[in-house]
């Protein structure tokens, strides 16, 4: 069956550290694979999109790597901050020429002053 | 200020009484989707839609209807809402699906009692 996962424990770290976010997937053949940052109760706010022939995307302190061999995508935010604490889910399209994006559940990132 | 408007934030209802979730985007966004999400089990799409008159299941349609009369609603209907169905519901909304990121709204806290 098609699974995407993410680490379900909290990732706490400390104030200036990189904070690296793991999604593994199986039984798909993912396209597009996309990053969103989600607070309590807020809608889902879109982060990056990486596609399958990049291996690497940059936005600031965001970066995206796309391993369509290990079937794997790292999540990494440089220097981070408390602000950067949230839940972190990534999201993949199915493949089928129409817009369905299928969600992991989320790790959420805690960063301690 | 582009955004998806959701309405309404909070609904409490009784089982059986149908009800409507209404969603705007004022973005000329041709994909709309939405999703419901409960504890445990994450985002989980319900319908879709890739333009007008143009809808389509996603991974949790039962019990729940759709329609896309006009580009910029996409509004959900419980024709008769059972207590399975209390979440916090997303619509959301994209340029032109999976390889552009979704625009979500604020969510919709459904209790049906």
């Known amino acids: 069956s098609q699974k995407i996962e993410q680490n379900s424990e909290a990732l706490n770290i400390q104030e200036g550290k990189t904070a690296t976010l793991t999604c593994n997937y199986t039984?798909?053949?993912?396209?597009?694979l996309q990053w969103y940052r989600q607070d309590p109760g807020r809608g889902p706010v879109f982060l990056l999109l990486i596609r399958e022939n990049e291996k690497e995307k940059r936005k600031e302190r965001l970066k995206v790597t796309f391993d369509t061999t290990l079937k794997q995508s790292l999540f990494h935010i440089t220097a981070s901050q408390p602000a950067d604490s949230a839940t972190y889910l990534c999201a993949l399209d199915k493949n089928s020429g129409y817009s369905t994006l299928t969600f992991g559940k989320g790790t959420m990132l805690l960063v301690s002053p | 200020e582009a955004q998806v408007t959701q309405n309404p934030r909070y609904l409490i209802t009784v089982t059986g009484k149908k009800l409507t979730v209404t969603c705007s985007q004022n973005m000329n966004h041709e994909y709309m989707s939405w999703y419901r999400q409960d504890p445990g089990l994450g985002l989980r799409q319900i319908y879709y839609?890739?333009?007008?008159?143009?809808?389509d299941k996603g991974d949790v349609p039962e019990g729940y209807k759709v329609s896309r009369k006009e580009k910029r609603n996409f509004p959900l209907i419980l024709e008769s809402p059972s207590p399975n169905q209390t979440s916090l519901y997303f619509c959301?909304?994209?340029?032109?699906?999976?390889?552009?990121?979704?625009?979500f709204g604020s969510g919709t806290r459904l209790t049906v009692v």
């Open positions: 959301a909304s994209s340029l032109s699906g999976r390889d552009r990121g979704y625009t």
């Open positions: 039984n798909y053949s993912p396209a597009y």
């Open positions: 839609s890739m333009n007008v008159e143009v809808t």
